[in-house]
Nanobody, 124 residues
Framework: QMQLSESGGGLVQTGGSLRLSCEASGRPIPNYTMGWFRQAPGKEREFVIAISNFGHRKEVADFVEGRFTISRDNAKNTLFLQMDSLKPEDTAVYYC?????????????????WGRGTQVTVSS
């Protein structure tokens, strides 16, 4: 079993930045592709961004528009999401997820482990 724990969420003004972290335990993360999803109130969970096992490949949702950067530190078993130029529509609970193997994935059912999420609120 792998456990994932997100941190770094909070309240920020429009145009601001946040850096989310996801610490993994129980399994070494190089065996997993990893991603971030988000869920806004009243909406379905949606894919944000994903990164391959050693960071060479990434998959990004269109709405990111270059504002978010995903990275990973395999030595520290940690995944990061740097979010810049935040908009009110980015307000959501952000979830870290991991998937066994090397293929990048953009849908929730393809991921094996999930964190509990961290709230991001962007005020207008």
């Amino acid at each position: 079993q792998m456990q994932l724990s997100e941190s770094g969420g909070g309240l920020v003004q429009t145009g601001g930045s946040l850096r989310l972290s996801c610490e993994a335990s129980g399994r070494p993360i190089p065996n997993y592709t990893m991603g971030w999803f988000r869920q806004a109130p009243g909406k379905e969970r949606e894919f944000v961004i994903a990164i391959s096992n050693f960071g060479h490949r990434k998959e990004v949702a269109d709405f990111v528009e270059g504002r978010f950067t995903i990275s990973r530190d395999n030595a520290k078993n940690t995944l990061f999401l740097q979010m810049d130029s935040l908009k009110p529509e980015d307000t959501a609970v952000y979830y870290c997820a991991s998937k066994v193997g090397t293929r990048l994935a953009t849908t929730s059912p393809e991921y094996d482990y999930w964190g509990r999420g961290t709230q991001v609120t962007v005020s207008s």
